[in-house]
Structures are given as C-alpha cells and as structure tokens.
C-alpha cells in the first residue's frame, strides 16, 4: 500500500512498510488500533518525528522514516510490491513463490544440517548427503499442506472425521521422524462404526527412512494390526498425501521406496482392506495427538480394551464437534 494522505491507511493493521515479507508494524499498539497514518504527520507536512519515536521499535521508526512524504497530497493506493510499475501479475506472483518455496528448501534443509550435526557429535552417527536431501524434500512437501490449511479458512466438515459403515472399522495411521532421524514414532488406531477405539498401537522403530517411507510403512503395520486384532474389513486413512498417492497410483515404483510399494500391494490384495485413503491433518488428530509421544518410547505399547488418556480426550473433543 502506497501512503498519500494517509487518512486511509490503519497504522497496524495495514502493510505500508517496506519490511518484506510482512510489510507490517512490528510494535504493539499504544496510539489506537484504529488510527491511520495521517496522524503521524506534523501539520507542517513532515512525519511527525517525537511521536514515532515515542511509540514504535527503533526498527519500525527508520522504516517510517525512510518513507518520503512529497508536498503533492494524492490518494492512498494499493501497489504490488514486487514489480517495478506496482501491478500485480500471474507472471510476478509466480516469481514470487518460487523464490518463497526456494527459501522454505533452504530452511528445512539447514535445519536438518543441524541435527545431523547434533547425532555425529553425541552419538557418532554418519549421515549420506543425498538421504539428507531427499528427507529435507519429503519434509517440506509433507509439511507445506498443513502450512496451507492454517493459512485460509476451512470449512468444519472438511475436517471432520467420518464414522465408518456398520459392520466396517476405520484405522487411522500416522509416522513421525525423530528428530536426529534416527529412527521414527508410529501409531495405528482402529475404530468401528460409533467411533469408539477399539484398539491403538504407538511404536518406535529405528530405521534409517525418510518421511515418505515412513508413512508408507504405516500401511502394511497397519494392515497387521488390524488382521490380528480380527477387526475385518476395514478402511485405512493418512494424512500423507504424498505415501498415499503413491500406494494408490503406483508413483513410486522405480524409485528406491519401490519394494515398500509392491509389498503393500500383495497385502491389499491378500487381506481384507476396503481401500487406502488420503484425509486432512484436521480429521485425522485423534492419531496426531499420539504420535507426540511415539518418538520418544523406551518400549512399544499396544490397547485393546483400555485406551490411552491422549486419545480418550480426542475423541471426546471429536465427537462433540
């Protein structure tokens, strides 16, 4: 927003400071929230000096202070930042993003960095650079949907979890890589038509996967727990988009997760699984909140008749949504 007059202009809640990414004040509020920025111009027609410095950060005074203000009073008016002439183009948006993915990349990427550095220097573990990468990617790509879903607003039964036919069992599957990626947290719930939990599982396995394979593999546990605990026939859900897709479309059969994929085809052919599907993060939380804990487990634990604390408020948080 380019400020003419400023009498249109909310001082905090509108983005008028050149501060990419937000273009937003950083202080709180101690003029009133609603006042626009005409009223930090002195009446000789200067940024009214002793008051900005009275009540914003020194970073947002020399971001104020770097704006001229010109003797020729015109409108307030909305500019694109990111393009010369401030029009906003599909082209220039586009542009945009791509920078802003490549940033993520960088982020997660240093982030990872981190921990490897952090398992070689206390626990003597050596990392392969190209697993490094691949996990980073698989992080991001996993990651980037959840960034989405609470960046706009969702419809509440987009993200409601729906009860199973009668006669029929839902098994909710999650994995989560462990910090030092040492390993990953994996839990299965099953529930039947009234969504009650009929049993739960949360185990910590140690194997040297990325997070793709890691949601991947929930499946075929998954299909073994469900099996023995004689909960048949049954839908199974995850909210890895990216391990679903390619369990139902085949899209990672060349690459180095391809034996996981033909593995879980044998067994969705053998067992009595009614199909494999793809849900919000939002629907399935009563897994989510287990896996907190799964990283961090010294044994496996399994529920058949009792349920654990975490997924009994959950489910009663669930179902009277």
């Not at 400023?6 to 609603?34: A, C, M, V, Y």
């Not at 009275?54 to 694109?80: A, H, P, R, Y």
Request: glycine letters at 6%; hydrophobic letters at 40%.
């Amino acid at each position: 927003m380019e400020s003419g007059k400023g009498f249109s202009i909310r001082i905090f809640e509108d983005r008028w400071i050149l501060r990419p990414t937000t273009f937003k004040i950083l202080s709180s509020p101690k003029l009133n929230s609603d006042d626009k920025v005409a009223c930090l111009v002195s009446e000789s027609g200067g940024w009214n000096v002793n008051l900005i410095n009275q009540n914003f950060f020194t970073e947002d005074v020399e971001g104020i202070l770097s704006i001229l203000l010109g003797s020729c009073q015109v409108e307030d008016c909305v500019l694109w930042h990111f393009d010369e002439r401030g029009i906003y183009s599909v082209k220039s948006g586009y542009n945009v993003g791509h920078q802003i993915k490549e940033l993520q990349v960088l982020c997660v990427v240093l982030w990872r960095v981190w921990c490897m550095r952090n398992g070689f220097l206390h626990e003597q573990k050596r990392y392969n650079v190209w697993d490094h990468l691949s996990w980073s990617k698989a992080f991001l790509s996993d990651i980037t949907p959840v960034i989405h879903r609470n960046s706009v607003s969702v419809c509440h039964e987009q993200v409601k979890w729906i009860l199973p036919d009668s006669g029929e069992y839902k098994i909710n599957c999650k994995a989560v890589i462990n910090e030092f990626g040492r390993g990953y947290g994996l839990v299965i719930i099953i529930r039947d038509f009234l969504g009650l939990v009929m049993a739960s599982c949360s185990v910590c396995i140690v194997a040297g996967v990325d997070v793709w394979a890691a949601n991947a593999l929930t499946v075929p546990n998954s299909i073994q727990f469900g099996s023995e605990c004689c909960f048949l026939p049954f839908y199974i859900e995850s909210d890895a988009k990216r391990a679903v897709d390619g369990i139902n479309n085949s899209t990672h059969l060349n690459s180095n997760n391809g034996s996981i994929l033909l593995d879980i085809d044998r067994l969705l052919l053998l067992r009595k699984v009614l199909s494999v599907k793809w849900i919000p993060a939002g629907c399935n939380k009563v897994a989510n909140g287990l896996t907190k804990e799964a990283c961090h487990l010294s044994e496996d634990n399994f529920w058949l008749e009792k349920v654990p604390r975490i997924v009994r408020l959950e489910v009663e948080a669930e179902l009277h949504r």
